[in-house]
């Protein structure tokens, strides 16, 4: 299942609005089919690693980091169907598919066929792999992961505004890799001015990722609509062709078509505005072991009225290291 | 000597001017006798573990954290003569004494004698564990750790000035063997009028530790030492009979007589003081995982020209949890 989940996050950020799952078919203990949800969403995991198995599949086992589908659409079989057909002797599941066209009925025909089900294998790691699909349909938005690069006493900038850098380049590679994982990377007006950042992915083989570009600006989606009286306003700023997607409010965000994972990027302003709204999910903390004292916050107001609102919000779930930098991540306790 | 850096880790505090070393006797592969300088640098550490040993002394190996004193003083004899007449068949030590009455003398009397000696054992946790006898020899001051406790974004209270509390009780108990550790704390004007702090040791066991309480305040020591025109000025302050020592100036600290740990407690402007004038050699950062956003800073100007001034300072040397608190030391790379 471990293989399974790790296979599941080669999707991430490329999916939606489908979830990126993972499958790993075993055989006599050799691994014999591996399938992750391909860009786009199509196809599904399951049959790209039934495809891989053949004729291997009959009696295997099958892992799956979520439910196989049981609904048909339009641009394939589902998941279940295929499954009875190829006949493993047994599914292993981390998670059921919350989305109720299937919602334990791709189990159901399993059992109904003879094929041998366990549910609930590695959920949490699983729950985190598709956390952008598992957010959108119980909560109806996207997943959002806030970043942030600071000093030991939580500043991003000398005041003169210089930034760079606070981390190392071993972390800034992981921020890479982390825009890689979303379908969409969001910054604020004054980031998009001061750095004109490039939001793509600059990592050996994973160039060809281009999450959307989103800027959250209220004059200027507010500038942008009356031209183009739409909610969400397509638009070029700047040099090097970069299209944005422009967003007055942070709750925008829940009507961008096939966006289940955004990276939200900074500055302190819009950082501020996704955690006053209570709409990060999960927190990416990059810190340097250095000092900075006055200077520029990570985060400004965020709407706190007394200490005791702030505890009880973030529970640490991973640390690691690049060069001297620890990276934090905490998740949203809902 | 893990065990002989534990014991000396007991005096911590209480020794200065002399090392706070620590010292067990093995014979036959057992203890026959522990010591660590007791409160007020006498007797040595060695002299209690032989006091304790006896006759078993001899033949047997003496593991110190320093090397044994070379110089008679009015209060006992050294600790190289000792040990001499004791007649372990090995001494096995830590670090070379840097004191210019022994600096390597002790080791050469043992030698002379015909016992055996190693130098070298676990010299960095020996060093930090006698961190203030070393500095006071090697820099001319006492060693000077600053305790910070932030939320995740480096805020010591809301805009309100409300901080109580930031971190939970386990990491607070701890921050109170922290000042069973130190011969003096240090607070600043405003974190003395806000918290009228106790500074005192809370934890069963240890309130008889009393350490040396230092106010740092330039208004108040120019008003203190024009009634007594003394560099460094007692007074009384507040209630609860609390006697502080005045300081005008972060660099007093030279002055104080009996005290190498000094442990600096808040607030930003003390915190501040201290890492403008390079005067912190370590930094115990307890942090809450909280966000707070607008807020106090917990530290202000530091004097920095520009950001790659503050890269290289701080090097990470343990981390420990306390509840949900982490607990972060970073020490000062010179």
């Known amino acids: 299942m471990a293989a399974a989940i790790a296979l599941s996050e080669r999707g991430r950020g490329r999916t939606a609005p489908n979830p990126n799952v993972g499958c790993v078919i075993v055989k006599h203990g050799r691994v014999v089919g591996r399938g992750w949800t391909q860009p786009g969403g199509r196809p599904h995991a399951e ?7 053949g004729a291997s599949a009959l009696g295997a086992t099958a892992y799956v980091t979520l439910e196989p589908c049981a609904h048909h659409g339009a ?39 003879g094929i041998a089900v366990t549910e609930g294998i590695l959920v949490e790691p699983a729950r985190r792999a598709m956390a952008g699909f598992l957010t959108r349909q119980t909560l109806g938005r996207p997943h959002v992961t806030l970043k942030l690069a600071t000093s030991l006493d939580g500043k991003i900038a000398l005041p003169s ?22 379908d969409a990377i969001l910054v604020g007006r004054g980031t998009h001015d001061a ?12 160039e060809d990722r281009a999450p959307a570009r989103l ?4 004059s200027f989606a507010a500038q942008a609509s009356a031209e ?16 944005y997607l422009v967003l007055s409010a942070p709750d925008q965000i829940t009507a961008l078509p096939r966006t289940d994972h955004v990276l939200v990027e900074g500055g302190a302003g819009v950082a501020s505005s996704f955690l006053a709204a209570d709409l990060v999910d999960r927190l990416l903390l990059y810190r ?17 009225g007394q200490l005791s609102e702030a505890h009880g919000r973030w529970a640490l779930t991973d640390t690691r290291t690049f060069g001297i930098d620890p990276l934090e991540i905490y998740e949203r306790r809902r």
């Open 195 to 206: 750095d004109t950042p490039r939001l793509d992915v600059r990592l050996p083989g994973l």
């Open 288 to 304: 340097a072991p250095i000092l900075i004292g006055e200077g520029r916050a990570a985060i400004g107001d965020i709407g706190l």
């Open 75 to 113: 641009r394939g079989p589902a998941c279940a169907d295929l499954l009875v057909a190829a006949r493993p002797a047994r599914v292993v599941a981390a998670i059921t598919d919350p989305d109720p066209r299937t919602a334990g009925q791709g189990f159901a025909r399993l059992r109904a066929a």
């Open 161 to 182: 505004g210089e930034s760079r850098w606070i981390t190392g380049p071993e972390a800034r590679a992981h921020a890479h890799l982390e825009r890689a994982r979303a």
């Open 215 to 218: 800027l959250l600006s209220r």
């Open 47 to 53: 049959a790209v690693a039934l495809e891989q198995a």
């Open 228 to 243: 183009h009286p739409a909610l969400i306003t397509e638009m070029l700023l700047g040099g090097g062709g970069g299209g």
